[in-house]
């Protein structure tokens, strides 16, 4: 089970920190990744991240502003959203699973955070 948590309102240019905590006790055997969804739009890959933490990859949209880490110790992985702009509003999901960008390569997912980015 996946847990997210961190969303909220802020106005562009604001940081936000999103976090999802896992129950397995296997959590560092899985990649993680963050999606996204907006209002009518597909979800989307945001960033990943190897069972190690070793390899990241993000999506272009959110390089140099998204930096993904994990604690494994913690079961926990966090999204660090900086400069954000009104187009990132979305719910955003964890994933667990193996490393990609596409949403089958993930077997279990998170229930969702919403954040909201006013201009």
């Known amino acids: 089970q996946l847990q997210a948590s961190g969303g909220g309102s802020v106005q562009a240019g604001g940081s936000l920190r999103l976090s999802c905590a896992a129950s397995?006790?296997?959590?560092?055997?899985?990649?993680m990744a963050w999606f996204r969804q907006g209002i009518g739009k597909e979800r989307e890959f945001v960033a990943a991240?190897?069972?190690?933490?070793?390899?990241?990859y993000y999506a272009d949209f959110v390089k140099g502003r998204f930096t993904i880490s994990r604690d494994n110790a913690e079961n926990t992985v966090y999204l660090q959203m900086n400069s954000l702009k009104p187009e990132d509003t979305a719910v955003y999901y964890c994933?667990?699973?193996?490393?990609?960008?596409?949403?089958?390569?993930?077997?279990?997912w998170g229930q969702g955070t919403q954040v909201t980015v006013s201009s």
């Open positions: 991240i190897s069972w190690s933490g070793s390899s990241t």
């Open positions: 397995k006790r296997t959590f560092s055997d899985y990649a």
């Open positions: 994933a667990a699973g193996t490393f990609g960008i596409a949403k089958s390569e993930y077997d279990y």
